[in-house]
């Protein structure tokens, strides 16, 4: 919401509860227990900017990123507050590669040494 405040552009967020509102893109994450997601105020043509809490294997991101794409959304950059890192890797900033988008991330934490 800052950056949609501090730039002066709409905002556009992803919903997990279905409204009565136009123009709805829907995408779904099989992994999430309320898989169902829905945008509302995007229309071809438009260009945004995905950004997200975190980001660990990029399915959420991915997913989203293709949905908007086969509605003629352009997705112009991809951001988070913490990238997951397992044993230095990052699964999503990989994923996100393969769809040529270049993930900016304020903290990159490596989860595997709090597993043990």
Not at 52 to 77: K, M, P, S, W, Y
Not at 78 to 103: F, I, P, Q, W
Request: glycine share 6%; charged share 20%; net charge negative.
């Amino acid at each position: 919401m800052a950056l949609a405040y501090e730039l002066n552009i709409p905002l556009v967020i992803a919903y997990k509860c279905r409204l009565d509102l136009p123009d709805e893109i829907t995408w779904s994450e099989p992994h999430c227990l309320f898989n169902t997601f829905y945008f509302y105020g995007t229309y071809s043509g438009m260009s945004v900017i995905l950004v997200d809490d975190e980001v660990d294997n990029g399915h959420t991101f991915c997913n989203a990123i293709r949905e908007l794409r086969a509605h003629g959304v352009q997705v112009l950059d991809v951001a988070c507050v913490v990238e997951v890192l397992h044993d230095g890797y990052s699964m999503g900033r990989t994923k996100l590669l393969d769809l040529n988008l270049h993930l900016k991330s304020l903290l990159r934490l490596e989860v595997d040494k709090y597993a043990k």
